[in-house]
């Protein structure tokens, strides 16, 4: 049986291989219809993922100061101030506690990686969340159909990041995010493969510079480009005008031996 697209199920083409971890070769394999682009069966992935967050990771905290910023304008004038939300396989923390500090009632869950920064604020199951975060996520699901179904039984609002592969796809050494050093990149989306999750899931989807939600609610695609964009030049410094941090509040908790 050959290859089977994991996100639309359709028979993807072989594209090209690549040298994984140095030493894998490892074949690469486009669908047409639905653009995503998959690896083979990712055979190599506890090797890959021995660290959670990988070596070559530069960007995480520069990744997730931007991100807040243009998530805080995003709630801020969208989803609501007296909201919970969650920000899904949030690694250390950092982003979690990010949005808490902007006022945020913000919640951490990540089952591989400690939550070091925000602790005590972590996902109960259950909890009614307004919108889900996720940066950086996509492209290591294995599953992804099975993810964003995950994602979508908590919220009907998701907003992550992932950079979208180009059309047609460059070979293995023109494209840095194929993360062909750490081996734990194993599944890239086109614009029209969010359009195809996006409509499977009766969702609209916007997508500007890397950020995309996918949301039931329909919002104006300048709009969206106004927020997300002005969240990274300047729009987020208004949030704290409007809300208080929980910095104090979350002390105060935590030292109290409070679960949030």
């Known amino acids: 049986m050959g290859e089977v697209c ?28 639905c653009g995503f682009v998959q690896t083979e069966r990712p055979y190599w992935l506890e090797e890959a993922y021995q660290r959670s967050i990988n070596l070559s990771d530069t960007g995480l905290v520069q990744r997730n100061i931007l991100a807040s910023r243009s998530a805080a304008v995003l709630l801020f004038f969208v989803y609501g101030t007296r909201k919970k939300y969650l920000d899904y396989a949030g690694g250390y923390g950092l982003f979690t506690r990010l949005m808490r500090n902007y006022g945020f009632d913000f919640y951490s869950h990540d ?30 699901f294995e599953h ?29 050494d023109q494209w840095w995010y194929y993360g062909l ?5 194993i599944a890239f989306y086109t614009r029209k493969t969010l359009r195809y999750i996006a ?19 329909k919002i104006n695609k300048w709009w969206y480009r106004l927020l997300i964009g002005g969240g990274r030049y300047g729009l987020h410094q208004l949030v704290p005008l409007f809300m208080r941090s929980r910095v104090m509040k979350d002390m105060q908790t935590l030292k109290a031996g409070q679960h949030a």
Do not use: W
């Open 181 to 185: 050093d750490h081996g734990q990149h």
């Open 111 to 140: 089952p591989y990686t400690d939550n070091l920064l925000a602790r005590g604020f972590e996902y109960r199951a259950g909890d009614e969340i307004e919108l889900v975060t996720t940066f950086e996520s996509f492209e290591h």
């Open 6 to 33: 994991k996100i639309c199920g359709s028979e993807p083409s072989y594209i090209f291989s690549g040298t994984i971890l140095g030493k894998y070769t490892v074949r690469y394999y486009s669908c047409a219809c």
């Open 144 to 172: 992804p159909i099975a993810e964003i179904e995950k994602i979508l039984a908590i919220s009907k609002h998701i907003f992550f990041s992932t950079h979208l592969i180009p059309d047609p796809a460059p070979a293995p």
């Open 199 to 217: 409509d499977k899931y009766g969702l609209h989807v916007y997508s500007l510079r890397g950020y995309h939600l996918l949301t039931t609610q």
